[in-house]
């Protein structure tokens, strides 16, 4: 049974840190590319950033330079650092695992990020 689990959100003034974790079992974490989305009421799933098996990273514009993608294969474990959140950070975290040549996709319950202004 294949299951994403996040953890590491909650609520944080404007300009502070969360870092998100997203412990993965059932699939083989190594071959995956995992990638964390957003989503906030209302509007579509965001992208938010990616990182390949061989470590190669990708990140939406408004979260560069504030945003770590990392992961941890001996951990099975996927992190997202960010900084300097602002209020438009807050959404629902999801993590999402995603096949490099066949399989299938699968994504986590997600998490809850609140940034206060």
């Known amino acids: 049974q294949v299951q994403l689990v996040e953890s590491g959100g909650g609520l944080v003034q404007a300009g502070g840190s969360l870092r998100l974790s997203c412990a993965a079992s059932?699939?083989?974490?190594?071959?995956?590319?995992m990638a964390w989305y957003r989503q906030v009421p209302g509007k579509q799933r965001e992208f938010v950033a990616s990182?390949?098996?061989?470590?190669?990273?990708n990140y939406v514009d408004s979260v560069k330079g504030r945003g770590t993608i990392s992961r941890d294969n001996a951990k099975n474990t996927v992190y997202l650092q960010m900084n300097s959140l602002q209020p438009e950070d807050t959404a629902v975290y999801y993590c999402?695992?995603?096949?490099?040549?066949?399989?299938?996709?699968?994504w986590g319950q997600g998490t809850q990020v609140t940034v206060s202004s």
């Open positions: 999402k695992a995603q096949p490099e040549i066949r399989g299938f996709t699968y």
């Open positions: 059932g699939i083989t974490f190594s071959r995956r590319t």
């Open positions: 990182i390949t098996s061989m470590g190669s990273t």
